[in-house]
């Protein structure tokens, strides 16, 4: 039996983090949630009519 190496070791805790993400997922707890403040709304109004001119 050859002895387990770094690469190794990084490969297997990479399997079980995927692992783990996929099962959080799979129960539903991947939804991220944004929340918006006043400057982000404000800006977001003010900035629309600049990007409707850039269409052009």
Known sequence: M????VEDRD????RRYE????ARCAIGEHA???TYGPCGIIS???LFPVGLVCLW
Do not use: D, H, I, N
């Not at 490969?11 to 990479?14: A, I, K, P």
């Open 2 to 5: 050859r002895a387990q190496t």
């Open 11 to 14: 490969v297997e805790e990479g």
């Open 19 to 22: 692992q783990q993400l996929l």
């Open 32 to 34: 991220p949630k944004y």
């Open 44 to 46: 977001s109004v003010l």
